[in-house]
């Protein structure tokens, strides 16, 4: 796979265009439905497609080519299938991982559509939502839209604090790097429950620091998730390609 002559590219535009391909009338692409280990057991939905194309992300290649990967499946069909798991499972939460579900607005509706059947068939399971946060950075009154559901936790997923960083890692243009920390200020705002998480391995110290700082300043909720990188040898390749070093 070489992705280079892609990179930089506009995110927002990117955004628009994958959501043509993975949104059709309410239904949203995606190529598994599984359980996973994380916050003590989980049912997965992995969708498909991304406004990023993140250096070390383990689901790359569909998010760069979406038209060839998954299949679209209702709100109604991807809730049921994960609150089927869960009670197979004995979990007591629910998540939607591998892209990023809030490309604009098709994909908020299907969101929300999932999220409100979760909340009439079980209340007592939470859902989490993994994001970049771009799109909930740009736009404000998304944030709104999602801080009604009680059982939605929000991980925004940061890259980076500064422009070089963050075009090298996303294969975005530096010069949107604030949005997703934008998006923290928008939840917040809103009332959502969140939190940021972050790549331990591209977070120097001095990174953490402005993180804190902004965390600060903005009178955000302080407590950072850092996630450690899984080293595959295709993430170590599209490290090399961006100019990454390798942890």
């Known amino acids: 796979m070489n992705n280079n002559f892609l990179i930089p590219f506009d995110p927002l535009k990117r955004a628009q ?42 689901n790359l290649d569909r998010n760069l080519y979406p038209k060839r990967a998954g299949n679209f499946y ?6 049921k299938t994960l609150l089927d798991l869960a009670w197979r499972k004995n979990f007591r939460q629910i998540r939607i991982s591998g892209a990023e ?21 079980a209340r007592s399971i939470r859902f989490i939502l993994e994001t970049n946060g771009f ?9 709104k839209d ?12 940061l890259k980076a604090v500064e422009p070089e960083k963050f075009e090298k890692i996303t294969g975005a243009e530096g010069r949107f790097y604030l949005y997703p920390l934008q998006a923290l200020i928008n939840l917040h705002q809103a009332r959502a429950r969140f939190w940021p998480a972050i790549m331990s ?13 902004f965390l600060k300043q903005n009178r955000l ?24 070093e390798i942890p």
Not at 135 to 143: Q, R, T, Y
């Open 221 to 244: 909720p302080l407590a950072i998730e850092e996630e450690e990188l899984l080293l595959y040898p295709f993430i170590a390749e599209n490290l090399r390609r961006r100019g990454l």
């Open 74 to 79: 209702s709100a109604d069909k991807v809730a």
């Open 146 to 157: 999602l801080a009604r559901f009680e059982n939605l936790l929000i991980r925004v997923s």
């Open 17 to 58: 265009e994958v959501e043509r391909l993975v949104a059709d009338q309410g239904k949203r692409k995606y190529y598994r439905f599984r359980p996973a280990p994380f916050y003590g057991g989980l049912a997965t939905a992995d969708a498909v497609g991304c406004c990023f194309l993140c250096a070390y992300c383990w």
């Open 201 to 213: 391995e591209f977070f120097a110290a001095e990174d953490k620091e402005k993180l804190k700082d």
């Open 101 to 121: 579900p809030i490309l604009g607005q098709d994909t908020l509706r299907h969101l929300i559509d999932i999220l409100n059947i979760i909340k009439k068939e």
């Open 135 to 143: 799109i909930l950075g740009f736009e404000k009154d998304m944030a």
